[in-house]
C-alpha cells in the first residue's frame, strides 16, 4: 500500500504538540538549574563532570530551545497579524528593561548598601542594559511581524536567517565609539559582555522554528517526519562537534565562561545549535511515549508558564544572593534549585489565577504548539 503524503495541502496537526510542551518544560529546569550554579558558585569553576554537565544543559537545550518553541508558536497561533506580532514585540522589549531594573539594577543597589563596594553600582548600571532573552524575544516577535507584514514565504525567512548570520560575521568584533550606540548595537550583534542574546547571534532559531512549525501544522505522519529530521541532524550534529574539537570551541562542556563561543557565536555555532534542537525534539518525540504520565504532565504545565517562571526565578535568585554571597557546594545549590523549582512554579501559578480573576480573559483564539 503507498504511503500517505508526508505534508497535507493544508493544515491538519492543530493542538498542543506534546513533544514540545516537554522540551520546553526541560528548558525550564535546566535554566534554573544553571542560573543556581551562576549565582551561588563563585571560586574559580572546576572542570568536573557535574559542573560540566549543568552548564551544557544550561546551553543548547535551554535558550535555542526556547527560542525554536517561540517560532512554531507563532506559526500556530491565531494572534499573528502583523499588528498583534509588533504590540507583542514592543511589550515584552520593554518588560525585558523594566525586569532589568528590578532583577539586577536595585539588586546591585542593595549589594553596594550592604558592602560598600562601588563595583556593584558600576555593575547595576551594565547590567540594567544588558540584551537578556526577553529583549531578544521582543525583537524576535518585531520581525515576524516585519515578515508578516512583508508576506515572507519560507524562502523569504530562510534567506534572512543566513543573511543574519553573514551580517554577524562581518560585524564581529566591530565597536562603536560611543558608550550608547555600543549599548544600542548590542541588541544586534555583541559589543559587550553583557549583550548575552544580541539579535543576529540568536535569531536563526525562532526562524527555524516557523519553519518547522509550517511542516509540523501541515504533517500527516509525525513519525516519519521526525525519523526524517533524525536522519539529517544527528550527521550534521557530529560534523559540528568535529569541528569544534578542532578549533577548540566550547559551548559549556570545557569551560564555564562561554560568553564569546556560547552568546556571541557565529554561523557555525547557529548549525551546531539548530541540529541540536532538531535532535532534541526529535529523540523527545520517541521519548515521551516512554515517559511516566506524571512527569510529562508536570513538564507540559511547566512550559504554558515560561514567562512568569523566568521572571519569577530570577527575582527570587537576585533578592536571595544579596543575602547569600559566599561560594556554596553543589549538594547546597542543587538544594536550592529544588526549591526554586517548587516556588516559581507554585508562584506563576497562583500568580496567573489572581490575572484570570482581575482581567477575564475574552474568547480563546489560539492554537497552541
Known amino acids: 500500500m503507498e504511503k500517505p503524503k508526508l505534508l497535507a495541502d493544508s493544515p491538519v496537526n492543530r493542538g498542543r504538540q506534546l513533544?514540545?510542551?516537554?522540551i520546553k518544560g526541560l528548558a525550564i529546569l535546566f535554566m534554573l538549574l544553571v542560573h543556581s550554579m551562576q549565582t551561588f558558585s563563585f571560586a574559580e569553576w572546576e572542570p568536573n563532570?557535574?559542573?560540566?554537565?549543568?552548564v551544557f544543559l544550561g546551553s543548547p537545550p535551554a535558550a535555542p530551545v526556547f527560542m525554536f518553541a517561540l517560532g512554531v508558536g507563532v506559526v500556530y497561533s491565531r494572534k499573528n497579524t502583523p499588528g498583534r506580532l509588533a504590540r507583542r514585540g514592543l511589550s515584552i522589549l520593554l518588560l525585558g528593561f523594566v525586569f532589568a531594573f528590578f532583577r539586577d539594577y536595585l539588586s546591585m543597589c542593595a549589594l553596594y548598601l550592604r558592602t560598600g563596594d562601588a563595583a556593584f553600582l558600576e555593575a547595576g548600571v551594565d547590567y540594567l542594559f544588558g540584551v537578556d532573552i526577553l529583549p531578544f524575544a521582543g525583537l524576535a516577535?518585531?520581525?515576524?511581524?516585519l515578515a508578516a507584514k512583508l508576506r515572507f514565504e519560507s524562502v523569504h525567512y530562510a534567506a534572512a536567517s543566513f543573511a543574519c548570520a553573514a551580517l554577524n560575521l562581518l560585524l564581529a568584533g566591530t565597536t562603536p565609539s560611543s558608550p550608547v550606540l555600543v549599548r544600542l548595537a548590542g541588541l544586534f550583534w555583541g559589543t559587550h559582555e553583557s549583550s548575552w542574546f544580541p539579535f543576529l547571534s540568536w535569531?536563526?532559531?525562532?526562524?527555524?522554528?516557523?519553519?518547522?512549525?509550517?511542516?509540523?501544522?501541515?504533517?500527516?505522519?509525525?513519525?516519519?517526519l521526525y525519523q526524517i529530521c533524525l536522519m539529517v541532524s544527528l550527521p550534521a550534529l557530529l560534523a559540528c562537534w568535529l569541528l569544534f574539537r578542532h578549533y577548540g570551541i566550547s559551548f559549556g562542556w570545557e569551560v564555564h565562561e562561554v560568553a564569546s563561543d556560547y552568546f556571541h557565536?557565529?554561523?557555525?555555532?547557529?548549525?551546531?545549535?539548530s541540529a541540536f534542537v532538531l535532535a532534541?525534539?526529535?529523540?523527545?518525540?520517541?521519548?515521551?511515549?516512554?515517559m511516566p504520565e506524571s512527569i510529562v504532565k508536570a513538564l507540559s504545565r511547566l512550559s504554558k508558564n515560561i514567562t512568569e517562571i523566568y521572571v519569577i526565578h530570577w527575582l527570587i535568585l537576585a533578592c536571595t544572593a544579596v543575602f547569600i554571597r559566599p561560594q556554596l557546594p553543589l549538594p547546597l545549590?542543587?538544594?536550592i534549585f529544588a526549591i526554586?523549582?517548587?516556588?516559581?512554579?507554585?508562584?506563576?501559578?497562583?500568580?496567573?489565577?489572581?490575572?484570570a480573576r482581575i482581567f477575564p480573559a475574552k474568547p480563546a483564539g489560539r492554537a497552541a504548539a
Open 333 to 335: 545549590i542543587l538544594l
Open 203 to 224: 535569531i536563526p532559531y525562532p526562524i527555524l522554528g516557523y519553519l518547522f512549525g509550517q511542516l509540523l501544522l501541515r504533517c500527516q505522519d509525525k513519525k516519519r
Open 340 to 355: 526554586l523549582v517548587v516556588l516559581s512554579d507554585w508562584l506563576a501559578g497562583r500568580y496567573l489565577t489572581l490575572k
Open 49 to 54: 563532570f557535574a559542573n560540566r554537565l549543568i
Open 280 to 290: 532534541w525534539t526529535s529523540a523527545f518525540y520517541f521519548l515521551t511515549a516512554l
Open 265 to 273: 557565536h557565529n554561523l557555525l555555532g547557529s548549525l551546531f545549535m
Open 19 to 22: 513533544e514540545l510542551d516537554v
Open 141 to 145: 516577535f518585531l520581525f515576524f511581524a
